[in-house]
């Protein structure tokens, strides 16, 4: 990736916020984010619209909305994207968001809760920062129930962060961001279809708007906290996960590139650290299961860079993280 990026001279106004996300079958996690938004503190003189992509075609998620619409202190309009994977879903969030005519979006996931602040914090970056054009910040891990400190401390879920307020970055994602909708109806950037079920697609989508000048930075103050359940609070979950993670990583890194030395040096440094992460494992359980299951899946994570680098093909999230969910 080149390090060159031609920044925006003249920022959009923030006028109107679609505060937005997309859901697939979590109708009782989308309730509580929803919840969440509803108790967000916001700046005088912006209009929140709240837009729901569901990208199940039997609309599971719609009597969450109708139940939470009366009384809520902010407009919802609620969507079904029947045509399956996440960049189809993303591109008509970012659809519908134009249609309700905001000059911007923010955008959380599904399983998310927004700290109060998290709006206001967005707003103020945007309006105090000359090249605050798309706003990042941090998801932390919230768990949903007791689980062993073992598995709530291993690194999948230690979700921690060096970067300054303000930090410039290359990408970023769509678990917390926040920018204008120019972005789509100017310079034509939309989530690339071909990541349709792979994953990646917000990194993609973002890096292509910091080259296009909307240069992307970082505010450690706008939080969002992603719930975690049993459902990923297990084992197989976490090393599937880290699997999914490095695999994707290489994938996505190296499937457009021409040298193949490059490619060929790296899987021999991926073929020898995936090597010596095996003969650790069996010493790690000595310094306690935390540890232990930390090696576990970040031999997992190895593995999938090494095999996401030889195969160079899409792996299809659903498929691998939630049991064949993909139609």
């Known amino acids: 990736m080149e390090n060159t990026q031609t920044q925006k001279l003249i920022k959009p106004e923030i006028k109107s916020i679609a505060i937005s996300c997309n859901t697939f079958l979590r109708p009782e996690i989308l309730e509580k984010t929803l919840k969440s938004i509803a108790e967000l503190k916001i700046p005088e003189g912006i209009e ?37 994977g996440l960049a189809n879903a993303r591109n008509r969030l970012l659809k519908e968001a134009i249609n309700l005519n905001v000059t911007h979006i923010a955008i959380l996931d599904d399983d998310d809760i927004a700290d109060v602040d998290w709006i206001a914090n967005m707003v103020d970056l945007y309006n105090t920062q000359e090249n605050a054009f798309i706003i990042s910040g941090p998801e932390y891990c919230c ?24 930090e410039i970055r290359k990408v970023c994602s769509t678990h917390n961001a ?8 100017e310079e034509g950037i939309w989530f690339d ?15 292509r708007a910091g080259k296009a000048g ?24 976490i090393l599937s996960r880290n699997y999914y993670n490095g695999y994707s990583g290489s994938y996505l890194q190296y ?5 193949k030395i490059k490619r060929y040096l790296y899987l021999i440094k991926m073929s020898i650290i995936c090597v010596l992460n095996l003969l650790i494992i069996p010493f790690s359980i000595i310094c306690g299961r935390t540890v232990f299951f930390n090696m576990l899946g970040l031999s997992c994570k190895n593995i999938g860079k090494l095999t996401g680098l030889i195969k160079l093909q899409p792996l299809n999230y659903y498929e691998h993280l939630n049991g064949g969910i993909n139609k």
Do not use: C
């Open 143 to 166: 768990f949903d129930g007791e689980f062993p400190d073992y598995l709530t401390n291993n690194n999948i879920f230690v979700k921690k962060t060096s970067k300054k307020k303000g």
């Open 178 to 185: 926040f920018f204008p909708l120019t972005i789509v109806k």
């Open 48 to 84: 929140i619209k709240v837009l729901v992509v569901d990208n199940d075609a039997n609309a599971s998620a719609q009597h969450v909305i109708k139940k939470l619409k009366e009384g809520f202190p902010f407009e919802i309009s609620y969507f079904v994207e029947e045509k399956r």
């Open 193 to 207: 279809s071909s990541f349709v079920f792979m994953g990646g697609e917000d990194g993609d989508f973002f890096y």
């Open 255 to 259: 499937k457009t590139r021409p040298k």
């Open 214 to 237: 909307y240069t992307i930075v970082f505010n450690p103050d706008a939080i969002v906290r992603e719930i975690n359940g049993k459902d990923r609070v297990n084992l197989k979950w």
